[in-house]
C-alpha cells in the first residue's frame, strides 16, 4: 500500500516536470521580455524606472507582430511586477512563469506553427493534437472530420489563413 502510494507520487511528480518543460510554452512572453532587456544599457539593468521605460518604448514600436502587442497588453498594467525581478536579475524564463501565475493568458499567447514548407509527408507526422491546434489557430473548426488525413487536408486547405494577424 505505501509503496503504491510512493509510485503514484513519483508518476504525478515526473508527469507535471515533463508537462511544464513544454518548449512553446511562454515562448511570445520570452521573446519579449528578452528583447526588452537587450535594449536596456548594463548599468541601467538594476534601475527600475529604467527597466519599466524600456518596456513601455518595445511596446510602443510599430514592429511588433500580433502576438508581440497581444503580450505588450498584458504587460503594460503590471510593469511594476516585471521590473521587480527583472531589476534582480531573474531569467525572463522565470519571470514569464512567475507573472503568469497572475495571469495565466501570457503563456497562452504562441506563435503559430509554420506549415508552409511543410510537405503531406512531414504533416502525418504531426499528432491530431498539434494538427487542432494549428486548425484552432487560423480559426477554423473542422466538422466531420474523424481521421488523421482529414485533419491533414484541411491544414493544406487552410495554408492561406496561416500568416492572419488577431488585430
Known sequence: MRASSIISAV??????VSASNDPRECEVCMKVLQEIR??????????????ESA???????DTNSAKERKICYYIDPIKRDIAQPFSLGMTVEKVCKRINKANPEICA?????KTEKLDKK???????????????DRGVECKGCVEKEEFIKKVQDTEHLAGADEF
Open 38 to 51: 537587450d535594449t536596456i544599457p548594463k548599468d541601467k539593468q538594476k534601475h527600475k524606472p529604467s527597466i
Open 122 to 136: 512531414d504533416l502525418s507526422k504531426l499528432r491530431v493534437k498539434q494538427l487542432k491546434s494549428i486548425l484552432l
Open 109 to 113: 499567447v504562441k506563435f503559430p506553427v
Open 55 to 61: 518596456m513601455g518604448d518595445y511596446c510602443a514600436r
Open 11 to 16: 508518476v504525478m511528480l515526473v508527469s507535471s
